[in-house]
């Protein structure tokens, strides 16, 4: 699934030494990253756009909001971005905490540029992939909202392992009718064949699922 493309990925960091910030910025500059810095969690805030992409790197003690707060704040608000803790002050609740909350990965400062880089890629790998469930979602919410809803019956019939003679016995049409609903909910749906579409109402039942929990 592709990523749209008006979505900008960077690196954005936040920590209120401007050295830091230098350094972590030439180092993920260097393995060819685009960066965004901030020296406070509300300057990161007040940038926020919802179409950024790519992954957090959050200093834990910060003017204002600290790292923590700021971890959080995006969590109750909805906002999945991958967030790598770092701080040169942690302690075992402060990991445990920030892990429990999401964090991709809690480096103590000084760490190996090594650390960073492996934590900043399986941050971004994980911000793509959400972003391209988000966009599988969108675009077969799409394709289910153009069905009528004799098709959708059809559709979840077909995809529950009814034949065409069993459908058309239960929802009291003809076989040709069925034939002819199946093949309308075949071409909406984009599925190539019975597996695809199988898929797509699975994805579709466990993304309503997830957003119910």
Same mark, same amino acid.
């Given at each position: 699934?592709?990523?749209?493309?008006?979505?900008?990925?960077?690196?954005?960091?936040?920590?209120?030494?401007?050295?830091?910030?230098?350094?972590?910025?030439?180092?993920?500059?260097?393995?060819?990253?685009?960066?965004?810095?901030?020296?406070?969690?509300?300057?990161?805030?007040?940038?926020?756009?919802?179409?950024?992409?790519?992954?957090?790197?959050?200093?834990?003690?910060?003017?204002?909001?600290?790292?923590?707060?700021?971890?959080?704040?995006?969590?109750?608000?909805?906002?999945?971005?991958?967030?790598?803790?770092?701080?040169?002050?942690?302690?075992?609740?402060?990991?445990?905490?920030?892990?429990?909350?999401?964090?991709?990965?809690?480096?103590?400062?000084?760490?190996? !540029? +090594? $650390? %960073?880089?492996?934590?900043? &890629?399986?941050?971004? /790998?994980?911000?793509?992939? #959400?972003?391209? !469930? +988000? $966009? %599988?979602?969108?675009?077969? &919410?799409?394709?289910? /909202?153009?069905?009528?809803? #004799?098709?959708?019956?059809?559709?979840?019939?077909?995809?529950?392992?009814?034949?065409?003679?069993?459908?058309?016995?239960?929802?009291?049409?003809?076989?040709?009718?069925?034939?002819?609903?199946?093949?309308?909910?075949?071409?909406?749906?984009?599925?190539?064949?019975?597996?695809?579409?199988?898929?797509?109402?699975?994805?579709?039942?466990?993304?309503?699922?997830?957003?119910?929990?």
């Amino acid at each position: 699934m592709s990523i749209a493309k008006d979505t900008i990925e960077a690196v954005h960091i936040v920590d209120d030494d401007d050295a830091i910030l230098a350094g972590l910025s030439d180092l993920l500059e260097s393995a060819g990253l685009r960066t965004r810095q901030y020296l406070s969690a509300e300057k990161f805030l007040e940038s926020w756009n919802p179409r950024f992409a790519g992954c957090l790197v959050l200093d834990v003690r910060l003017p204002g909001m600290s790292g923590i707060e700021l971890q959080g704040y995006l969590a109750q608000n909805g906002v999945a971005f991958p967030v790598i803790i770092m701080t040169a002050h942690g302690d075992m609740p402060m990991v445990r905490k920030a892990l429990k909350a999401g964090a991709v990965e809690f480096l103590i400062k000084p760490f190996q !540029d +090594e $650390e %960073l880089l492996d934590a900043v &890629q399986q941050a971004l /790998a994980q911000d793509r992939t #959400r972003r391209s !469930d +988000e $966009e %599988l979602a969108h675009n077969l &919410q799409a394709r289910t /909202a153009s069905l009528s809803e #004799r098709e959708r019956q059809i559709m979840n019939l077909v995809t529950a392992g009814l034949t065409n003679k069993e459908i058309a016995d239960k929802v009291f049409l003809s076989v040709v009718t069925v034939k002819l609903h199946r093949s309308q909910v075949m071409r909406k749906m984009q599925a190539a064949s019975l597996a695809d579409l199988v898929k797509m109402s699975e994805w579709l039942k466990n993304a309503r699922g997830s957003a119910v929990s």
